[in-house]
T-cell receptor, first 118, second 109 residues
Framework: NAGVTQTPKFQVLKTGQSMTLQCAQD?????MYWYRQDPGMGLRLIYY???????DKGEVPNGYNVSRLNKREFSLRLESAAPSQTSVYFCASSAGHRAFVSSGNTIYFGEGSWLTVV | RKEVEQDPGPFNVPEGATVAFNCTYS??????FFWYRQDCRKEPKLLMS???SGNEDGRFTAQLNRASQYISLLIRDSKLSDSATYLCVVSRGFNKFYFGSGTKLNVKP
């Protein structure tokens, strides 16, 4: 029962370095999301992909890019990391389909990626 | 105004106590409602969905009041293992989820 899998779990970057967070889900979900969580700020949506082939900005997209590689995979890239991007990043997925809304369209999270930019 | 608002707590309660958390949401078009639990340094996990008629799962009872745009979670007979942050989540459409900042619960021996 893998659900949502994201890698790496921990990463330390130097300012200006780039990296990609990988995420895959095995639940045949249409929609995928990237959130960041900072103390006292709650979960903030960075980008989401409603379905394969589409991506949209969330609340805090600056400094990030995403790729929906296929239905299973959704990656998050930091092109030039900054200390302000030190955070915990969560990938998530949901069915994202009309048939599931009435029965409770829930969102499932990966275990998180702890990123420190020094 | 935030989409979902919760009292951040912390709520410090003794084992065996009954504790209630409240949450309000701002958009009347919201369709689905949930409580998630998040342990320290872990991902949020679904605790229970919230239905219009109210629903119960063991020691946990969730209520929804659409007229007042209000959701509640009641935990009876608190256990040490209930210590966590509880997130109120509201959704609209197929892929719009709105999270409260969470209410921290500490259950003490």
């Amino acid at each position: 029962n893998a659900g949502v899998t994201q890698t790496p779990k921990f990463q330390v970057l130097k300012t200006g370095q780039s990296m990609t967070l990988q995420c895959a889900q095995d639940m045949n979900h249409n929609s995928m999301y990237w959130y960041r969580q900072d103390p006292g700020m709650g979960l903030r949506l960075i980008y989401y992909s409603a379905s394969e082939g589409t991506t949209d900005k969330g609340e805090v997209p600056n400094g990030y890019n995403v790729s929906r590689l296929n239905k299973r995979e959704f990656s998050l890239r930091l092109e030039s990391a900054a200390p302000s991007q030190t955070s915990v990043y969560f990938c998530a997925s949901s069915a994202g389909h009309r048939a599931f809304v009435s029965s409770g369209n829930t969102i499932y999270f990966g275990e998180g990626s702890w990123l420190t930019v020094v | 105004r935030k989409e979902v608002e919760q009292d951040p707590g912390p709520f410090n309660v003794p084992e065996g106590a009954t504790v209630a958390f409240n949450c309000t949401y701002s958009n009347s078009a919201s369709q689905s409602f949930f409580w998630y639990r998040q342990d320290c340094r872990k991902e949020p996990k679904l605790l229970m969905s919230v239905y219009s008629s109210g629903n119960e799962d063991g020691r946990f009872t969730a209520q929804l009041n659409r007229a007042s745009q209000y959701i509640s979670l009641l935990i009876r007979d608190s256990k040490l293992s209930d210590s966590a942050t509880y997130l109120c989540v509201v959704s609209r459409g197929f892929n719009k989820f709105y999270f409260g900042s969470g209410t921290k619960l500490n259950v003490k021996p």
